[in-house]
């Protein structure tokens, strides 16, 4: 397999033909020049040690030269090569609510945004973690296994949207109890579940949900995300045309913040309301870090094999050879006709 891995340094690739003609020209008028002196066969004559064929020579090794360090600039990568990475940390399982109340505006830029900004920062923050994702409203379903890669959990996050879960509700303890399915038989690593929610409309058991985690030794984390003031709840992003009931009235969306409390405190975890700042954030990794880490099982990258050394060593030797290279004829080697 081959690819370059800075492929937008292969358009000055383009810029070879200028130097080419730069170059054509420059002769032209140096011709002309030393035919105002004689002709040119006589000038040769008169400057015996001068070579006209060293001076093409040198430019071509010099365009040369420059496009294998354009190559070089592009990295070009061959094959593949596998990397072993040893990572100390927790098994965490993020529970998000996708529920049409997290469309809701009164945290910006809307509530579920705000709640993927947050668990990407935990993600990035805490990359020595293996990671599990479930998405919930009505029903709650497991959207990326617990994994060691980071990268693959931010991916799986971004394509979170309420159009995942068609079925309305907030089924916070069916959540749970499929955030406990997530993860290892290892008992000697901590355990944490981060759910984050803004607790309308709960349906289930969640406070029980979240005794029976705790009881296995896993901690359940509240994030509630909205205000208690409430907000409308826009039909798309940024619109003004507002979801409404049978009545034809503005669907009001409010955060239940007593019960995110209750499901916190049911699950020996911190509870943090999520506003337009990063205190949630803040408090969030600090308790995360008080659980014990442990070296989780050893992940191989594959990776693209670096080779843009081939050509650096290449361009160095056209760079000498340049160098080494004289307009004039050495005295000491001018019967030696190589460039006659």
């Known amino acids: ?21 730069g170059f054509i020209f420059l002769n032209i008028r140096k011709r002309k020049s030393v035919e105002k002196l004689g002709t040119l066969a ?5 400057m015996p040690e001068l070579s006209l064929k060293r001076s093409y020579l040198k430019f071509w090794v010099i365009l040369v030269a420059i496009g294998f360090g354009i190559v070089v600039l592009a990295r070009p990568q061959f094959g593949t090569k596998v990397e072993k990475v040893d990572k100390k940390g927790i098994e965490l399982v993020i ?3 996708v529920s049409n109340s997290m469309m809701a505006e009164d945290i910006k830029p809307s509530r579920l945004a705000k ?26 379903f497991i959207q990326l296994p617990l994994t060691p890669d980071n990268q693959s959990a931010k991916l799986f996050l971004e394509t ?11 089924a916070i303890g069916s959540a749970i109890d499929i955030s406990m399915s997530c993860f290892s038989n290892d008992t000697d690593i901590d355990k944490a579940i981060v759910l984050i929610t803004d607790g309308e409309g709960h349906e289930g058991d969640a406070e029980g949900a979240a005794t029976r985690a705790a009881e296995k030794g896993v901690h359940v984390n509240v994030v509630g995300i909205g205000t208690t003031e409430g907000a409308m709840i826009p039909v798309s992003p940024g619109s003004n045309n507002m979801k409404r009931d ?6 009001v969306t409010k955060l239940n913040e007593e019960m995110c409390r ?29 659980l014990q880490k442990k070296e989780i099982d050893g992940i191989a990258y594959s990776e693209y094999d670096e ?34």
């Open 95 to 97: 529970a998000i609510d």
């Open 160 to 170: 979170i949207d309420p159009s995942l879960v068609p079925v309305q509700g907030t």
């Open 115 to 140: 709640a993927k900004q947050m668990l990407t920062r935990i993600i990035d923050e805490r990359r020595d973690d293996k990671v599990a994702i479930v998405v919930f409203a009505g029903e709650a």
């Open 246 to 251: 049978t009545q034809g009235q503005p669907v």
């Open 42 to 46: 006589l000038v040769k004559r008169m």
């Open 1 to 21: 397999m081959f690819k370059f891995g800075n492929p937008e340094y292969l358009y000055l690739f383009f810029a070879i033909p200028v130097f080419v003609i």
């Open 262 to 290: 209750q499901i916190a405190k049911a699950g020996k975890g911190l509870y943090a309301h999520a506003d337009n700042s990063n205190s949630a954030l803040k408090s969030l990794q600090a308790e995360l870090e008080k």
């Open 307 to 340: 080779k843009y050394q081939i050509f650096a060593w290449v361009m160095l030797a056209l760079l000498l050879l340049e160098i080494c290279v004289f307009d004039k004829k050495n005295r000491i080697f001018r019967n030696i006709r190589l460039f006659k």
